[in-house]
């Protein structure tokens, strides 16, 4: 897609600040969109069932919301003040071969998730038609159904993604609100088994924080790609967006999913939902409210990412990007994946490499080029900088290495490795 003035808003050079499309109000809904999911809610269900008490769950949505808000607004300064977007941020940690390994590693779970997300979707219409309308049961045509419906969204590019994205953010809101006075008016809410349980303050805490942070461990890699987008371009704007964006969609989400569990011990946020619902309407209010959520997340955080990267890996347009990351989508059988006993190690593993990837990029642009990068240079790969060894960059992948290693020790806390690189820098 091209702006009034010929720019590429979908491709992979430089947005110059004049082009971009978004000021700080789309942009902060666009967040609360995207954050407003059922991964989110999931946190707070089964953390509460998980051994911890009312007021650890509370700590954790804290905790991770502003670690996601924070690393998020770190990362995404090279983007929103040059316009670049994080295929192209990478060049300058990971050499420009190097960089390519990364985004793929980058662009596997995005993938995974953008499946998940869409069979999330595909789950709930499906109980919502079956209890409300006793249809039977058709979870994979509704799994098609939105694909289809990710494609047509996504086809025209970034530009419709956040406008989309920002219209429905108000819908959404307003459902979310509705939800909580069902849960509290319908729902039997007995806090004091919660709050005098003992729980703990020790490694399962922390992994609940290493955990819920990961689950936007993809998010706050490749931020950039959104923050390009803003205007002005500047730090404060960033900071004001990404945490008023991210934080309290987040520990909103996490309180309604601990509430529903509370209400009726359901441990399924949907299911549970469902339990309450006090009437036919409910159920639809659920399901818009689902695939609203679904796709806009989908949007940005799957999708976004992965068009791009297939851009750039084999030089095709946005549009073919997004058919051919829908598809694989499809490929990844998320029916199969996210009910996976191994799927949670499976998030730990793509957790221990990227954690430590968002380390390096931190390290590299703030402590290194001390924020400033040669655009001149990063695209173009005739010359000598940011080719290292024959486009790849040793320092950056061994970092990335003893990361991961150090993290496969303990998974249960493996996004934590974000923290080696920055201090062996």
Known sequence: MMDKNGTDLNGLNPIPEKDRPLTLAPYVLSFWSTAIIIQVMAIGTFLLKGGLNLYQVLAVGVISGVLVATFCTVNSFAGIKNGIPFIIQLRSSFGYK???????????????WYGIGTWLGALAINQVMMTLFSLPEMKFPYFFILTLIHIFLSYRGIKDITWFNAAVATVICVILVYFFGIILFEGQLDFSKYTHTPGSWGILFFGGISAATANWATVMLNNSDLGRQLRPATGKAGFIGNFIGIIPPWISMVLIGMLIFIANGNDDPIAGLMA???NKTFGLILMVFIILAQITSNLTTSVLPAALA?????KVKWSTGAIISASLSAVTMPWVLFTSEWFFTFQNIYSSFLGPILGILIADYWILRKGKLNLDYLYNQDTRAYRYFKGFSPAAFLAMLIGAIISFNNLDVAWLGFLQPLLFT
């Open 310 to 314: 297939f851009q750039d890996l084999f």
């Open 98 to 112: 190097g960089a390519k390994v990364a985004y793929i590693l980058r662009i596997v779970p995005a993938i995974c």
């Open 276 to 278: 309450l619902a006090p």
